[in-house]
Structure formats: C-alpha cells, structure tokens
C-alpha cells in the first residue's frame, strides 16, 4: 500500500512539472511589461499573419514559411477539425486581419475581419501576470494515469506588446506519456510570434 501511495506521489509530481510552461527568454528584451494602468495599450488591428517567430533558430528564416501561423487561431485555440474547417473557408483574394480590445470587465473581445468587416467574435476571460495577459482556454486532456499508463496534452497561451508596439503570442505546449514511468515519445515546447499592428 505504502509503494503505491509513493508511486503515485512520484507520478502527480512529475506530471505537474511536465506540463506546459512558458518562457520569455525569446523576446524578453524585445517586449514592453503590461500593467493595470497601460493594458488598454494592447487595443488595436493586428495582422494575420505574422512577421516574425522569435527564436535563434528562426532569424534566418523565409518569411514565407510563416504563412501557415495565424493571429486568431493561435489565440481562438480551436482543435484540429475546427481549424481545418476555418482553413478551408479563407479566401486567397480577401485580406484578414485582427481586432482586439479590453471590455471594462477586463474581458478581452477579439475580431476576426475580412476585408475589414467582421467575420467572427469572441471574448475571453483572462488576468494581468508577468507583464502580460494570460488568455483563460487553456487546453487540458488526460489518458489513463499520468507517467504510469497515459499521458497528457496541455496547451496555454498569453499575449503582450513588444517594444515597437506589435502583438506577441505565446504559446506552451506539452505532450508527453509513459508506461509505468517508462517514459515515450513526447514534445514539449514554446512558440513565441509577433504580429504587426495595424492600427
């Protein structure tokens, strides 16, 4: 009784220490910190697609390649079959783009536009922390028992400004298993954006 009581201690530590977590070491020298009083600075239209990925790995990068990343998606984090769907109705000749802002509840209201009329909207809960705004639909799901047999999918993101004014997204990802701590195959990662502001 006492080893499975130990075993299970051990397996909730590491799947808390295994999930999702975020890092600013790309693009903290590149970013402005968010407070209560200047949070509204985040309101504006931002571009779809975006002009850069922050990472040493990415400055050479052909900005061509970012074309498949967009501002909504990376902050709607909508599942698979949802974003197929999404990709198969933008058209190549209308231009999209997104609107943001803060609700005096600090609720953020973001808009996805299509040759500037709007096209879809949504609101999100979420809070001020690090110097940027944590985004409330973070993605949790679980099989079986964490690190014994399973494993879990995690996924989060937040959004701030960086230095020039333009929208940076975040993202944590985690997705790792094992079989009686055995650990598998398993991917755990940030990708950090930057969208230009618009307006």
């Known amino acids: 009784m006492r080893y499975i009581k130990h075993i299970l201690i051990f397996s909730l530590t590491l799947f808390f ?13 590149q970013s402005t910190s968010l407070t209560e009083k200047n949070i509204n600075e985040l309101n504006g239209k931002y571009s779809f697609y975006p002009i850069k990925r922050f990472g040493k790995r990415f400055v050479n990068k052909n900005i061509d390649s970012l074309k498949y990343t967009n ?38 209201h973001i808009s996805l536009l299509e040759n500037g009329v709007v096209l879809r909207d949504t609101i999100f809960n979420g809070k001020l922390k690090n110097g940027m705004f944590y985004i409330d639909n973070k993605f949790l799901k679980c099989k079986g028992v964490p690190y014994l047999f399973g494993g879990c999918q995690n996924n989060k993101r937040r959004i701030g400004l960086s230095e020039s004014n333009d929208l940076i997204i975040n993202e944590a990802v985690s997705n ?3 079989i009686l701590l055995i650990f598998g195959a398993g991917v755990r990662y940030n990708s950090s954006f930057k969208f230009k502001r618009i307006k």
């Open 17 to 29: 220490l295994g999930c999702a977590s975020f890092s600013k070491k790309e693009f903290r020298k």
């Open 71 to 108: 501002s909504y998606q990376k902050i709607i984090n909508e599942s698979w079959n949802e974003k197929q769907k999404f990709d198969s109705i933008l058209k190549k000749e209308s231009l999209y783009s997104i609107n943001l802002k803060f609700t005096e509840a600090k609720k953020l």
């Open 176 to 178: 790792e298993g094992a």
